[in-house]
DNA sequence: GCAAGAAATTCAAACGTTTGTATTTTTGCA
DNA sequence: TGCAAAAATACAAACGTTTGAATTTCTTGC
């Protein structure tokens, strides 16, 4: 037995497929006697709307899209998972695509996604990725909603939202500065990305308002893996640096690795503070202070504009910020807290 | 300007629709000649197939709907990214959901992606879910490929993909007994998930295996979160307990909590292994010794097998499994090793 | 040069739904 | 009772593709 459709509804009840379909539909177009037949009669034969045959008529699906570097990485399943419970209940279904931080997969994908008529593309972009010129045509000539999470560029996309990747740089360096350490420094990452550039401006900001110079020995870039943080944490506290603002949680965990290894004392001698709030930082010994990001948030948030955006509703903005949280834990507590 | 369709090649070709069709799909019925013109003027007037329409007509669709718990927890989404690595060069796109540990969202995904055409599903239970009956008519109705995985059930889908689970717990305990730990316990999950009954066999079997008797005072169940073990590691020393496999990570990690609050060296005088090989493992202090699960394996085996399936390939089994292995870190390393 | 067969192409219907328009039925009112 | 307006339903086309069958065009061998 193939699945029932409209007309098997309609020749069922001798009507016709299109009152069939209003009365689904709940149109007014259909008196309420034979909304109430057709709508039994379809439970009945345990009907379900054909999608592909409805979004092929209506010339829309509703399917998004979500683009990530890697799906198996905390930030972003947390950021999956707030959208997917967010978009699912509202009739929505994600189809997820990586781009494994290459350009390359990260157009394909964008490209698949196009083709399988999504009504909207929520896209963080690759590492690789350097600006928006490869997208810009790509995405214009569709009228697809798209909406760039987290590592966005400027001329692309209905909205963009991102943490306040400023704010939570400063409020980290100013507690490090608050905590009573000197000669503080800063392990940011690949500055062709938004983020890093926020978090060292963040940091400037804090040393600049409190009066502090900002010490090149001290600056650290492309740095957030472990590995490259620990070799850092070397060179950083050889050339007298006594606390650390790390914009990834890795690097600040390779900083706690080469203090233990040295016999430097954390937080008395040196105080590390990290980004991202990863689900080691509270295990690590001395546990890790850190920046929770509010990744589920800042997936609902995502979603949520997304069927904002559909639903017509005007947003006074382009560009939403999900707000940090500094988690102070032992590795920056040199003070009473 | 819309979208080009065939229809719009053909016009500009003065052929027709259907020529242009196969052209495309690379069928032998089309000359060489016209089949170059129209890959030519596809490409020119930047066509792409419309898939809607294609899969309406085909009735099957390159989709396929993936339910898990939650996609944030890294074993799940390095089974996602696995699967996802495999199956979008494969052509297909794949959809999650998730079921949030709740059996009516479980239900509701999979009713959402039958909707949606799916031309496979590929799930882990929910943890609420006992067995398949809500879901054997479900899905016995349509031709979908089912590939359950991790948490399966009998009688159900195509085809399992599983961990050694017996083999995980067994070489785990074995390892403690042969570093010389006595009156081992065990710390499990909810029996009624084929995980955890396979684990505790596991367990049970390497006791068994060396002459020990497995002691019902060192024996947990329903013990998986951090808080849990920390509150029944209190009782295993209590208890006289040496040694704890821990079938999850957190569980252990409570246990290395406890130790550290007590006084109790690990790996000293007391020896602790967990299962999973979560991130922070090589983290915590002392690091913990785990068995590795091979997330990312189990998913793209789970999307090779739905291809092979898919291909027509027959499968020589209805069960794969996917092999562990034992990382041991500090937390067990009473003898050299 | 022509018939027979192969090769290439066209025709037409179908997938299941939606929707503008036309038609029928009902309703309300004089 | 009759008639216009409103309500309900039916008709038909369309969305873009695929595919079996019919038709045309091209080969090839005699």
């Given amino acids: 037995m193939p699945k029932p459709t409209i007309t098997d509804i309609a020749k069922a009840l001798d009507i016709t497929a299109s009152t069939v379909s209003r009365a689904l539909a709940g149109s007014p177009k259909v008196s309420q006697a034979t909304r109430m037949l057709v709508e039994r009669k379809a439970a ?16 829309v699906t509703d399917t998004v899209g979500m683009v990530v ?16 419970a967010v978009l699912n209940p509202a009739g929505y279904n994600l189809i997820i695509s990586q781009s494994h931080e290459h350009s390359e997969d990260e157009r394909r994908a964008i490209q698949t996604l196009l083709r399988n008529q999504v009504s909207g593309i929520l896209i963080s972009h690759s590492i690789e990725t350097k600006d928006a010129e490869a997208f810009k045509d790509m ?11 987290d590592r966005a560029f400027e001329g692309i996309g209905d909205l963009c939202v991102v943490n306040d990747n400023f704010e939570c740089a400063r409020s980290a360096t100013r507690h490090l500065i608050e905590s009573g350490y000197e000669r503080i420094g800063y392990m940011g990452g690949d500055e062709s990305s938004n983020v890093y550039v926020d978090r060292k401006a963040g940091y400037m900001a ?56 040295k016999g430097i004392k954390i937080p008395e001698d040196f105080g590390v503070v990290g980004t991202a709030n990863e689900n080691f930082t509270d295990v690590v010994y001395p546990s890790l202070s850190s920046v929770e990001q509010n990744s589920t948030e ?40």
């Fill in 44 to 59: 009945e034969m345990g009907y379900e709307r054909n999608v592909l045959a409805s979004s092929l008529r209506r010339g």
């Fill in 139 to 149: 995405l214009a000539s569709t009228g697809v909603t798209v909406i760039q999470f």
């Fill in 206 to 261: 804090a040393m600049r308002e409190a009066g502090l110079e900002v010490n090149d020995d001290y600056m650290f870039s492309n740095c957030i893996t472990r590995d490259k943080g620990f070799y850092n944490a070397a060179k950083a506290v050889e050339r007298g640096c006594g606390a650390l603002y790390c914009a990834g949680d890795y690097a600040a965990l390779g900083v706690i690795e080469y203090a233990r290894d």
């Fill in 298 to 337: 800042m997936g609902t948030a995502v979603a949520k504009a997304f069927l904002d955006i559909k639903s017509g509703k005007a947003l006074n903005t382009d560009k939403i910020i999900i707000p940090t949280r500094l988690i102070v834990r032992d590795s920056s507590k040199r003070r009473k807290y």
């Fill in 69 to 84: 570097p890697r799906v198996n990485r905390q930030f972003f399943s947390n950021i999956i998972s707030g959208a997917e």
